[in-house]
């Protein structure tokens, strides 16, 4: 987890140290040049941009973890994964699952367990202060089924507290109420490799025999309450539960030895090479740890490979090391040419041709793919979010490729993005929206089974998804119409998920800011015009929320309580740039408000260019896993200020009216606007220039 906790990180793309620029006078054009320069330095010499991507402290606990269930420990490595984990605690003890947030049982039992095994004394004050907080919260017997699952597998608590997840799951048809298909394809690709650790009753070697009975209120083997009743369809299902374990015995052997192998296809074929299966870490790990249970050589290639997976996913520093979740480069590369082109479409052609090259390379075509399931028909044409991950193309993500694509301007990239809009239109769901990889994602009531305590089973459209795809549709619908029934189902989707104040909730970043500015990116695009409610009323409310240093911030607490929408104890650049964004969107660029979240940008730009927020930046699925993207703060802020210097010089390119007089190609005007006519209340440039003819915007004294 990203906080203020000493970090030496000696990658290109780790935090910056600098020191943050302190004038009167902020230049606009010279912050954007700052910005893009650094941008430009971090974009890899095959075309791509790729940052660190942060979750809580539960991954690199499992790091730790997975070594000792292997009894493979790499005591240097180990220690370096334990230097990160001890600041990152909370005063109360706990761990929480972002920076500030509340404590989380279920990380803070990891995060102990993780640390015990690497030498520390139950008895040092940390780990004191971690054992009472869990304590307080009932003990480990209340962590989520994931976190009981790893205890189970150390021994540590008895199977019956884990859900009961056969490897016949394997064997259930489609119009059965569970089935893979119906769930997330996140939820597939950890599942069928758990199957068979659970199936089997895995055992970890365990190696230096490490324990916490110390953390159970009751004994682990006396406990009867690992599974609170929530609902009607709870109760049923756990009632379900009970039943399948009375059955197992019965299971013919035949039948487990063919239902075991039937998984172990199902996930070998998607193994995804070094990239690994689904591309995510938990189920990198459990096909990593089911092929060695099923008795696969360490030296197979398959074994090898997945381990290199994993490996790769690590960041390790002189002082400290941690696990990513996953990797982003199809992601960052995407926003940070949407940056760069905002910027400076011309100045940037070689960088923005570099990288449409190598995303060109990854876009699919006709490889295999789980959402085939529900469209068999349609063609390929999306990108995924990893460097590869064939089976498991991501719509958001190819909607954001092929608008920048699409709004370069550049040679050769037409046939991308009509592959990339066909496919998109082809995904849509029944209701309008989008959700991240499939189509009807919906089973909703999935999420009261015993397994789905963290309630990230299914993949729903969601209205920052749909945004996205909205904005692809309508950029290309202006000469393809036959993109506009879809384009208009998605408009009316995203009209009814507005909240009554006027913002959008957000899935996939924090929180009504991040899907306010999704949406009026997504709805800017098409032909509704400024003065719709949609707009006005978003535009409305992100005013409403602006804090009183001009910048915008959002908690991920949000999340867990709405009260706490758009609301935060500080602002932040990349949340700043989303409402600045969004705004500007809604045709208020020279709004006062917008202004002075500009200013709060450039006060808070550091010397060497970018920002750097301390915070969480995204849900991986809220209220129970968030990231810190760190590219946000890179190019978010650099896209706001030169849309803003942009929409300054459409102003300027009307002020003959006003006092400004040029010629054809006479730059002078909006040079002399965007050079270093940004004032900020109060300074005297304004009256001055105003002499000279030049308007400054809506908010400057005069």
Not at 277 to 303: Q, R, S
Not at 366 to 387: H, S, V
Not at 545 to 560: P, T
Not at 612 to 629: H, I, Q, R
């Amino acid at each position: 987890m990203f906080t203020d906790a000493t970090n030496h990180i000696t990658a290109c793309h780790s935090p910056s140290s600098s020191s943050a620029i302190h004038s009167n006078a902020y230049n606009l054009n010279k912050a954007i040049d700052r910005a893009q320069k650094q941008l430009l330095s971090l974009q890899d010499e095959d075309g791509f941009w790729v940052f660190e991507l942060e979750a809580d402290c539960t991954i690199p606990s499992e790091y730790i973890m997975m070594m000792h269930y292997l009894g493979e420990i790499d005591e240097p490595l180990q220690a370096k994964i334990a230097n990160y984990l001890r600041p990152r605690q909370s005063e109360d003890g706990s761990y929480p699952l972002f920076t500030g947030g509340v404590g989380d049982i279920s990380c803070s039992v990891k995060v102990y367990y993780a640390l015990k095994m690497a030498g520390d004394a139950v008895d040092a004050p940390h780990m004191s202060r971690l054992k009472d907080y869990i304590l307080s919260q009932g003990g480990a017997a209340k962590a989520n089924v994931f976190t009981r699952i790893a205890l189970a597998m150390f021994e540590q608590l008895p199977w019956r507290g884990v859900p009961y997840i056969p490897v016949e799951i394997m064997l259930l048809p489609r119009w059965f109420p569970f089935h893979l298909d119906k769930v997330s394809y996140w939820s597939r690709t950890v599942m069928v490799p758990l199957f068979i650790l659970c199936s089997l009753k895995a055992t970890a070697k365990n190696p230096n025999k490490v324990g916490i009975l110390e953390l159970f209120v009751t004994h682990p083997d006396k406990e009867r309450h690992y599974f609170p009743k929530r609902t009607l369809l709870n109760k049923m299902f756990l009632g379900l539960d009970q039943f399948g374990r009375t059955s197992q015995p019965f299971i013919p052997k035949a039948l487990r030895q063919y239902t075991i192998k039937k998984a172990k296809d199902w996930f070998i074929e998607r193994l995804n090479g070094e990239d690994g299966l689904g591309g995510i870490f938990p189920a990198m790990v459990n096909a990593y740890e089911a092929m060695l249970l099923l008795g696969m050589p360490k030296d197979h290639e398959h074994v090898v490979t997945a381990r290199k997976a994993i490996d790769n996913l690590l960041v390790i520093n002189e002082y400290d090391a941690y696990c990513q979740p996953c990797l982003s480069p199809v992601w960052d590369t995407a926003l940070a040419a949407l940056a760069l082109q905002e910027a400076d479409k011309s100045a940037n052609e070689e960088s923005l041709n570099r990288a449409y090259d190598w995303l060109k390379s990854k876009q699919l075509s006709d490889e295999p793919g789980d959402w085939r399931i529900r469209r068999p028909e349609l063609a390929g044409g999306g990108w995924a979010f990893q460097f590869n991950n064939p089976y498991y193309p991501d719509v958001d993500d190819t909607a954001v490729v092929a608008f920048a694509m699409a709004d370069s301007g550049l040679a050769d990239l037409n046939e991308s993005v009509q592959r990339a809009a066909h496919w998109i239109a082809g995904m849509q769901s029944k209701n309008g929206g989008y959700g991240a990889f499939d189509v009807d994602n919906t089973c909703y009531y999935l999420n009261e089974i015993p397994f789905a305590d963290h309630g990230a089973l299914l993949d729903p459209p969601t209205a920052d998804v749909s945004a996205r795809c909205a904005m692809l549709m309508a950029r290309i619908a202006r000469e393809h119409s036959e993109y506009l029934p879809a384009l208009e189902r998605t408009i009316n989707y995203l009209r009814s998920e507005q909240e009554a104040d006027g913002s959008w909730f957000g899935r996939w970043g924090t929180n009504y800011i991040y899907g306010t500015w999704s949406v009026l990116a997504g709805l800017e695009q098409s032909h509704l015009p400024k003065t719709d409610p949609v707009f006005t009323k978003a535009a409305q409310w992100l005013k409403s929320v602006q804090r009183a240093d001009g910048g915008w911030g959002e908690d991920n607490y949000s999340y867990h309580d709405v009260a706490d929408s758009g609301k935060y104890r500080f602002s932040t650049a990349f949340q700043t740039a989303w409402a600045v964004l969004g705004l500007m969107a809604a045709g208020e660029a020279h709004s006062p408000e917008v202004k002075a979240g500009i200013d709060f940008i450039l006060r808070h730009q550091q010397a060497d260019g970018v920002w750097n927020d301390k915070c969480f930046t995204a849900p991986g699925f809220p209220k129970v896993f968030y990231l810190k993207y760190h590219g946000y703060d890179k190019f978010f802020p650099l896209w706001a200020l030169a849309r803003y210097r942009n929409e300054l010089n459409r102003r300027a390119s009307s002020l003959p009216a006003s006092g400004i007089h040029t010629i054809p190609g006479d730059r002078r005007a909006s040079s002399l606007l965007a050079c270093s006519i940004h004032t900020i209340p109060g300074d005297r440039r304004a009256s001055s220039l105003l002499a000279s003819g030049i308007h400054t915007i809506p908010g400057d004294r005069k």
